[in-house]
């Protein structure tokens, strides 16, 4: 990794809802950047204004993540995705040793490289960190 922060930003907020209707789609009125259902089942509806994107993730054929977190948590903050800049591969590594047991690296719903940190090793808050590259 190189002298220079490797984690440079926040990529978007995602907010878990139990259909695409969520209420803050309705408030936003932001364009719709994304409508995709990704292979885990999960419905994502990525909005942006300028910089500023939010994701809703919902169920769209079960099971999926998400049925498990609205039964354990219910609607609400989901993620939060921070921009990573580097070879993603070295960054899981190195999230590794620190003992922050990343996940797989998988296809995020904008097909850049993309991992999850566990609520448990972050503070409760899940994570996902997204290859630089928007």
């Not at 926040?10 to 994304?34: F, K, N, Q």
């Not at 419905?43 to 939010?54: M, P």
């Not at 809703?56 to 609400?76: H, K, M, S, W, Y």
């Not at 609520?119 to 960190?129: A, K, N, Y």
Request: some cysteine; hydrophobic content about 40%.
């Amino acid at each position: 990794m190189s002298d220079s922060p490797w984690l440079v930003g926040v990529d978007h907020v995602a907010i878990a809802a139990v259909d695409p209707g969520h209420p803050l789609v309705r408030l936003l009125e932001w364009p719709r950047m994304i409508d995709k259902v990704m292979p885990s089942g999960v419905h994502v509806a990525k909005y942006g204004l300028g910089g500023t994107q939010i994701e809703v993730v919902n169920p769209e054929c079960a099971p999926t993540p998400i049925d498990r977190f609205l039964a354990q948590r219910g609607p609400g903050l989901h993620h939060v995705a921070l921009i990573a800049r580097g070879d993603l591969s070295e960054i899981q590594a190195t999230l590794s040793r620190l003992g922050l047991g990343p996940g797989p690296i998988e296809s995020a719903a904008d097909g850049r490289p993309s991992l999850f940190l566990h609520p448990q090793s972050c503070g409760g808050v899940l994570i996902e960190i997204v290859q630089d590259g928007r």
